[in-house]
């Protein structure tokens, strides 16, 4: 089964064939401010509204594949939440059950999405990945003990293979081919690696050379360092979820980036605010950290590139994070003059 079918131009036979291909939308005031043509994929359109619907499809794909999945069977995952949500769509779509499993301090609208689309939900205490109670470990001993699928995002290369054959050709053909680089953040790495695997791939069938490939990281994630010196040195904390990364996982394994930039969260939640109010635009944390990426490429590349960054997921999803003066103001982060 193909990770996802249709173009948007056409009929639909299902919900999974309308996950993919979205609109590549370009960033008018980031462009602007550089000179450059900044263009973000629309991802927070998917039908469970985040880029992680892909990862999700393609790991149901990969586990149907194997047989692993079988009618009337559950898929086992720990997530930040938007992995769950996908997960859990397209297990209602083709029949299976979810068990999902999520730090408690993830966003209330996740966690309450979570529960209406009818999610086996168990939130954790937060905890690093070293401590065996961190909600990846929990999910993997889940599965282990109900027989469920552990989907397993982090390792499971199904994710970045997804992005590679969908995510990837489709920035291509939207930009014609004609692009210089591409800004990402990571938090399995599937989308980074897998989208930067896929570019190549188009690269490579058109005799060019691939795209700039800039990992674009959070405060408090170990990548920028690993890519910058190759040690995965942390300092600072990011309000930013679903993304930062203290290892390189599975799917980040064998790639190689070009380079790195460290974002703090006031300069990511600039662009979020900026994008909603002069662009009509609403996006989450993550995308935040990928525009300013993108800016910072654009600045360093000089005018006249043309750079893809992704837009992951939508603002609503952080309402009462990102959106709430109390919450900014609580975390010391400014607040935009219509919320104040
Ligand atoms: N942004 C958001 C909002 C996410 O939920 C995630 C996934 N955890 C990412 C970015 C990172 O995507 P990936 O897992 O493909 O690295």
Redesign the pocket.
């Known amino acids: 089964m193909a990770e996802s079918a249709n173009p948007a131009s056409s009929l639909s036979p299902d919900m999974p064939a309308a996950i993919g291909h979205t609109p590549l939308i370009r960033l008018r005031r980031a462009s602007e401010a550089t000179g450059c043509d900044i263009y973000g994929k629309a991802e927070f359109m998917n039908p469970g509204g985040?880029?992680?619907d892909r990862?999700a499809l393609a790991i149901i794909n990969d586990a149907e594949r194997r047989g692993t999945l079988r009618p009337g069977g559950t898929i086992v995952e720990g997530t930040?939440?938007?992995?769950g949500i996908g997960l859990t769509l397209v297990a209602n779509a083709r029949g299976y059950r979810s068990v999902i499993v999520m730090p408690e301090t993830q966003s209330r609208e996740k966690i309450e999405f979570l529960s209406m689309i009818g999610a086996d939900l168990r939130l954790v205490p937060a905890r690093p990945f070293r401590d065996p109670g961190n909600y990846v470990h929990v999910s993997r001993r889940l599965a282990e003990e109900t027989g469920g699928v552990w989907a397993n995002?982090f390792d499971n290369t199904a994710?970045r293979e997804g992005h590679r054959h969908t995510t990837a050709p489709e920035i291509w053909d939207q930009m014609g081919g004609r692009i210089d680089a591409f800004t990402c953040?990571?938090?399995?790495?599937?989308?980074?690696a897998g989208v930067t695997l896929g570019l190549e791939d188009c690269a490579k069938q058109a005799g060019v050379a691939r795209p700039r490939v800039v990992l674009a990281d959070p405060e408090g994630s170990g990548l920028y360092g690993w890519v910058k010196t190759g040690d995965l040195s942390i300092s600072g904390s990011s309000v930013t979820?679903?993304?930062g990364q203290s290892r390189v996982t599975g799917n980040l394994e064998g790639l190689h980036f070009d380079d790195a930039v460290r974002i703090p969260d006031p300069e990511a939640l600039e662009q979020i605010y900026d994008l909603l109010i002069h662009e009509g635009l609403s996006v989450?944390g993550?995308a935040g950290i990928n525009i300013a990426a993108a800016i910072r490429v654009a600045r360093a590349m000089g005018p006249g590139h043309r750079i893809a960054t992704i837009l992951?997921?939508g603002g609503a999803r952080y309402q009462s994070k990102l959106f709430n003066p109390e919450f900014l103001r609580a975390k010391d982060l400014p607040v935009p003059g219509w919320l104040a």
């Open positions: 985040s880029v992680k990862a930040a939440g938007n992995t995002q994710n953040s990571c938090g399995t790495g599937g989308t980074l979820e679903g993304i989450g993550s992951c997921d």
